[in-house]
């Protein structure tokens, strides 16, 4: 058996190592009361727009991975908003 120690604050230690900050968005049903039809509906649309936003605001944002309606980004530390 090993034993692992770090020295510094959670937050250098994550300022030093760290990959930045990780982003999750999660499309959500919610019904709109003028029609039977819900906000989810066209999802892939919505992902897109909301990808469209993010990367206009966030030059470096990447996107790690969508999972049915749930959307993961990764923003590194060093991000500049545009």
């Not at 930045?20 to 992902?47: A, F, M, P």
């Not at 727009?49 to 049915?68: A, P």
């Amino acid at each position: 058996a090993g034993c692992l120690e770090c020295f510094g604050s959670s937050v250098f230690l994550k300022n030093r190592f760290g990959l930045g900050y990780n982003l999750k968005i999660v499309l959500c049903s919610i019904s709109d009361e003028s029609s039977s039809t819900t906000l989810v509906e066209g999802s892939e649309n919505r992902q897109r727009q909301i990808w469209t936003y993010l990367k206009r605001s966030v030059d470096s944002i990447e996107l790690v991975g969508v999972s049915g309606k749930e959307l993961s980004f990764r923003v590194p530390f060093a991000s500049e908003s545009s």
